[in-house]
């Protein structure tokens, strides 16, 4: 009798239970659903996205290894322009094909004959003494105190800088000569010249070069 008081007993505890079990449950799917309701749009965008990006996250591999190995293959296959020319335009622009155009004009290619220009200075120092936050403002020319042109060896070595200079790239132009060069002639010409100029006789004291 004590036995089936016992099981009766645990059955209507277990027919109490159920219900109450079945309501917490409930309570919770309905929480949950209510959280998914107040979701913000980005939030359910992201978890869209996170889905189907962990469904097909082995494709994705797949696919990003295959493009960076095809990436690597074309980049190794890329070649140097022929020219240092670069055409930020298509064919068919206007301005593209007036650069076109212009290349084949005389005045263009007389231009491309004379090369380029280079200025050498001497006494100076490769300073920056503007705001390098302000481009609008210039630099200061700033001297090289120990820069001295008077000596015998600093002339030598400006006279024979130009012949050097053209040694190893060429002269600039079949007529030209540097100042130094020029300088050394004038002397030449002024010591033996019958009427130095003023500037000759109060400066350089009758010496005959450089």
């Not at 219900?19 to 998914?36: F, I, S, T, Y």
């Not at 978890?47 to 074309?74: N, P």
């Not at 055409?87 to 004959?113: G, R």
Request: hydrophobic residues 35%; aromatic residues 10%; proline residues 4%.
């Amino acid at each position: 009798l004590d036995l089936q008081a016992t099981a009766t007993n645990s059955d209507n505890n277990n027919e109490e239970g159920a219900p109450k079990h079945m309501a917490e449950r409930n309570e919770e799917e309905r929480q949950g659903l209510l959280e998914d309701e107040h979701k913000t749009l980005i939030h359910r965008v992201f978890d869209g996205y996170y889905m189907i990006l962990h469904k097909f996250r082995w494709l994705v591999l797949v696919a990003a290894a295959a493009a960076t190995i095809g990436c690597t293959i074309f980049a190794a296959q890329l070649t140097q322009p022929a020219t240092s020319d670069v055409a930020l335009l298509p064919d068919s622009n206007e301005y593209q094909m007036h650069w076109a155009w212009k290349q084949n004009l005389l005045s263009n290619e007389l231009a491309k004959l004379e090369g380029s220009e280079a200025v050498l200075l001497w006494g100076v120092e490769p300073a920056d003494t503007g705001n390098h936050l302000d481009p609008d403002t210039w630099t200061t020319l700033v001297l090289d105190d120990d820069f001295d042109p008077k000596s015998k060896e600093a002339q030598l070595y400006l006279l024979d800088f130009c012949g050097r200079l053209f040694e190893s790239f060429g002269k600039v132009k079949e007529d030209y000569e540097c100042p130094m060069v020029q300088f050394d002639g004038w002397l030449k010409d002024q010591s033996t010249s019958e009427t130095p100029t003023m500037a000759y006789t109060e400066n350089c004291r009758g010496v005959s070069s450089a």
